[in-house]
Structures are given as structure tokens and as C-alpha cells.
């Protein structure tokens, strides 16, 4: 007899520590409004930095490719799964971030995945940010190489890491933009250590494409930094690109190295064309579009300017991540409640998504926000904040 018993004994210790995970509902498509089961709320939690999920011209492209294309793509990559939608993606990619090349992967905690253990292992050595996400960190594991963690952007914790080590091929990974905190990593001083230690360094991009850097290319388009610097650049579609899949940058045999090694490169269904095509869309709005970016940042300072007044406690970011940092665990699931109960969505994001007594609220704005939008989020976070 399997023991169900000692699985709902967990579930029960879960649930009396705040710490159950439940789904929400949704009956519409993503957007600023969002129906959850019948009742409407603003919603300030998604990832649809640029409003782009539910965009008429994207909507348009993925149903065409669907009619020329159907559904499914069939098989991997190496099979009989690659389109002409994939190839045309790739080739625009590794010119949108002025890399030779680009390799679609169906998630990007798959690519993460993939890259990681494709390029390291045994005898190797990986530094990654206390606080990368957790498919970096999986990645670390994966592979088999010596992972060692460094303290939150600290360049000089990281130093000393190197310096003990004596493995002759290292990996430095970062957030580009951290997901959950929505600070930058010290990249051009992580550049610079990369190439003293002779490491490579791979930055995971999944917020900051689309929303950072003139043309949307990201932290490193940001920081002018080249594939010299960072030879690894990963990216994913599901956020700003509003879609779904993932991609890796680099050099030509890098890239091959991954398709000949990267298991959850090969031994994986390709994405659906249709979503290829739909994100071929989205990448040139991105560029096109500056205005979405320009808009986001008008907000990101409305919000903070406001927040700042009702004397909340911010973190230091410029990004459309901008979380507020409760502590508890409990107090802050009843604090989203009570924004829900308002008309507010944003959820609450407990250990061990984030380190234990730092529980949030983690609030995103989108391009597809008003100014209105922000000032109502203002004044319900007053009403539950500081009554
Ligand atoms: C969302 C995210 C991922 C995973 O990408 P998916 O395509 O959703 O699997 C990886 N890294 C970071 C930093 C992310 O925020």
C-alpha cells in the first residue's frame, strides 16, 4: 500500500504555515483586467511586461501559421520537429543580440537545464548568485560540477571563490534582472572577473529582454557588453516577448555543442511553429515599439514617487519589478487577500521561492498600465498598508 497518509501529514504542515500553494482561476486573457472565475481585478503580477500575450498582431500570426503549420510541431528539433518559423526565429534572434547564433529551447527552465549540463561536469566549477532562479540553480546541480553559491551580488565574495578554485573550466551564472527582487547584477565587474579567472559567464536575460536597453536587447544591450564578455546569453519568450519558449546566444560551437549535447535540448518536442511565428512578431514590436518601454518607466516612477510618500518600504530597483517586502509569511498572504478583496492582484511570494523571513509582495507593472491604474494600486495599498 503506498502511504497517502504521509503525504496529506505534509500537506496539512504546509498549509498551517502559510506556506500551501494554490491556483487561481483565470477566465480571460492576460491583460491589465483580469477574470478571475466571474470577478474582475487589476492585475499587478504578471510578466506580460509590454502587454504583448494578448496582442491582435501576435494572435494574428500564431492562428496563420497554426492554418499552414497546424498544431503540433510534431517531433524534436533533430527529428523532424524544426520549421521553417524556428529557423527564421533563430536567425532573427542572433541578430536582435548581435550574437553569431541562437538556439530555440522549448522552456527556459529547460535551457537553463541544458546549457548548464551540456557545457560542465565532473571536475568543473559553478558560481552562481545566492539568489539566481531556480532552474540556475537546478542547472548547477545537474550538471555535476562543484557548485558554490556567492552572496547577492558580491563581486568581491565571488573573487575569493575564484581564487580558491582549481578547475580549469569555471562558469559564472546571474540573473540578468533578478526575478524576485528586480535589481540588476554588477555585470560589466562580473565581465571583468570573468575574463581575470579565465571563467565563462552566462547571464539568464528573462526580464530584462524586452524591457531593457534601447532597442529591448536586454541588460547586456544595456551595458554595451559583447559576446567577449558574456558568452552565454539566455532569454526567454514567456515574459516581455509575451509567448512561450526560451533561447540560448553565443558563439557557432557553442551552439552546436548544445545541439549535439543538451539533453533537454534533444530528447524534447519542439515548440509548436505557431508559437515561433507568433514570437517572430512579437521581437519586431519589441524593437519597434519603443514607446512601451518609455511608458513602463513613466509608471515605474509614478509607482515608486507614490510608494515612497505613503513611506512603504521599496526595494532598490528600476525595473517593472518593484516588490514590497512584508517578512512574515502569513501577514503577507493575508495582505494579498485583502487587495484581492480590493480588486488587486499581486501575489504573495513566500520561502522557498525567497529566503526564509523575507515574504513579499511582488508588484509588476506593465506597459499596457495608465496612470490611473498606478494610482489605484496606491490607494489600496494605503487602505491595507496604513490605515
Ligand atoms: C521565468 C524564468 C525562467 C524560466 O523560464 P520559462 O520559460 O518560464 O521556463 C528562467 N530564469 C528566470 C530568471 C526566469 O525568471
Known amino acids: 500500500m503506498i502511504d497517502y497518509a504521509s503525504l496529506d501529514e505534509r500537506l496539512a504542515e504546509r498549509e498551517a504555515a502559510q506556506l500551501y500553494r494554490r491556483r487561481k482561476l483565470i477566465h480571460s486573457p492576460q491583460g491589465v483586467e483580469i477574470n478571475l472565475q466571474g470577478k474582475t481585478a487589476l492585475n499587478f503580477c504578471s510578466n506580460d511586461y509590454l502587454g504583448l500575450a494578448n496582442h491582435p498582431e501576435l494572435i494574428k500570426a500564431f492562428t496563420s501559421a497554426a492554418k499552414e503549420y497546424g498544431v503540433g510541431s510534431g517531433a524534436a528539433h533533430l527529428i523532424s520537429g524544426h520549421s521553417q518559423h524556428h529557423h527564421q526565429l533563430e536567425e532573427e534572434l542572433a541578430e536582435f543580440t548581435g550574437r553569431p547564433r541562437a538556439l530555440i529551447f522549448s522552456t527556459g527552465y529547460m535551457a537553463n537545464l541544458g546549457v548548464i549540463s551540456a557545457l560542465?561536469?565532473?571536475?568543473?566549477?559553478?558560481?552562481?548568485?545566492?539568489?539566481?532562479?531556480?532552474?540556475?540553480?537546478?542547472?548547477?546541480?545537474?550538471?555535476?560540477?562543484?557548485?558554490?553559491?556567492?552572496?547577492?551580488?558580491?563581486?568581491?565574495?565571488?573573487?575569493?571563490?575564484?581564487?580558491?578554485?582549481?578547475?580549469?573550466?569555471k562558469l559564472i551564472v546571474t540573473d540578468g534582472v533578478f526575478s524576485m527582487d528586480g535589481d540588476v547584477a554588477p555585470l560589466k565587474e562580473l565581465a571583468t572577473l570573468a575574463q581575470q579567472h579565465n571563467a565563462w559567464l552566462m547571464v539568464d536575460d528573462a526580464h530584462g529582454l524586452g524591457v531593457l536597453g534601447d532597442h529591448g536587447g536586454g541588460c547586456l544591450q544595456q551595458n554595451d557588453l559583447t559576446l567577449d564578455d558574456v558568452p552565454i546569453l539566455m532569454g526567454t519568450f514567456g515574459k516581455a516577448l509575451g509567448t512561450f519558449g526560451a533561447f540560448v546566444a553565443g558563439h557557432e560551437s557553442m551552439i552546436e555543442t548544445l545541439i549535439q549535447s543538451a539533453r533537454s535540448y534533444i530528447y524534447t518536442t519542439a515548440l509548436p511553429p505557431a508559437v515561433a511565428a507568433a514570437t517572430r512578431v512579437a521581437l519586431r514590436l519589441v524593437q519597434q515599439e519603443s514607446w512601451r518601454r518609455d511608458q513602463l518607466n513613466h509608471l515605474i516612477k509614478q509607482f515608486r514617487q507614490g510608494a515612497e510618500q505613503l513611506g512603504l518600504s521599496l526595494m532598490s530597483s528600476a525595473s517593472p519589478i518593484q516588490p514590497l517586502l512584508i517578512g512574515d509569511t502569513a501577514k503577507t498572504v493575508n495582505i494579498s487577500q485583502q487587495l484581492l478583496d480590493d480588486g488587486i492582484l499581486i501575489s504573495a511570494i513566500r520561502p522557498p521561492t525567497v529566503p526564509d523571513g523575507t515574504a513579499r509582495l511582488r508588484i509588476t507593472l506593465s506597459a499596457e498600465h495608465q496612470q490611473h491604474h498606478v494610482e489605484r494600486l496606491l490607494d489600496s495599498l494605503q487602505k491595507v498598508l496604513k490605515p
Open 120 to 169: 560542465f561536469g565532473q571536475g568543473d566549477a559553478v558560481f552562481e548568485d545566492r539568489l539566481n532562479h531556480a532552474s540556475l540553480l537546478d542547472a548547477g546541480l545537474l550538471s555535476r560540477a562543484r557548485l558554490q553559491r556567492y552572496q547577492h551580488n558580491d563581486v568581491s565574495d565571488l573573487e575569493n571563490k575564484l581564487t580558491s578554485s582549481n578547475s580549469d573550466n
